[in-house]
């Protein structure tokens, strides 16, 4: 079975600040990964996805993770927090993998939410 | 292109009553889902499907159902709604390797 744990239910930061919001899955596969982002009231929005190919992922709005295996770790970070950031952030495991059965099927972490203070 | 809609956003049931969730895309994905979102605790799988007529039970299906008859509708019923059926429920269409969620529809039974 897989599994993903946030470590930290909030994170709080100044604006400016490097944010770094944690993820360590448990998978029996090569874990497919993924952080979406979910602003007040609306849906998930995907941010960045690793599947396989480089370990150090770019996404959308100037984050970033890198997959380490040896750690079974898949961090998001991004240099510089920016007000708009504030939000709730899901890292999920995929049972989609390489050569296998799969569905797409998501299992996510319990989420952290991320404030920006001024 | 809308992308994934969901209606309604919001509806308060009666613990017994019966509703339909309605979920549509319109990207001709096969893949589709419904998951339940509830404070604390991430987002969990009800429901999912690879293609239209094939369905199957995800994480926490007990008091749900669902249909597939065309690849753009996918809709959750809740048959005989319970206080713990009170949840924010998402909708997503995609591939293997990526989601798109609906704005999600926010319910409470009481």
């Known amino acids: 079975a897989q599994s993903v744990t946030q470590l930290g239910s909030h994170v709080s930061v100044s604006e400016g600040a490097l944010v770094l919001l944690r993820c360590n899955y448990s998978s029996s596969v090569p874990p497919y990964l993924f952080w979406y982002v979910q602003y007040p009231n609306q849906g998930l929005q995907l941010l960045l996805k690793y599947t396989s190919a480089a370990t150090l992922v770019k996404g959308i709005n100037g984050f970033e993770a890198e997959f380490k295996k040896s750690e079974t770790s898949f961090h998001l970070t991004k240099p510089s927090a920016h007000m708009s950031d504030a939000a709730e952030y899901f890292c999920a495991v995929s049972d989609a993998s390489i050569g296998g059965t799969s569905y797409g099927k998501l299992t996510f972490g319990q989420g952290t939410i991320l404030t920006v203070h001024p | 292109n809308a992308g994934v809609t969901q209606t309604p956003k919001f509806r308060i049931l009666k613990i017994g009553q019966s509703m339909t969730l309605q979920c549509a895309q319109d990207?001709?994905?096969?893949?589709m889902y419904w998951y339940r979102q509830d404070p604390g605790m991430g987002l969990k799988l009800i429901y999912y499907s690879v293609g239209a007529g094939i369905t199957d039970k995800g994480e926490v299906p007990n008091g749900y159902n669902v249909s597939r008859s065309t690849t753009e509708d996918f809709p959750l019923r809740l048959e005989l709604a319970a206080p713990s059926q009170t949840s924010v429920y998402f909708c997503?269409?995609?591939?293997?390797?990526?989601?798109?969620f609906g704005p999600g529809t926010r319910l409470t039974v009481t």
């Open positions: 990207m001709n994905h096969n893949y």
């Open positions: 997503a269409a995609g591939t293997l390797y990526e989601q798109y």
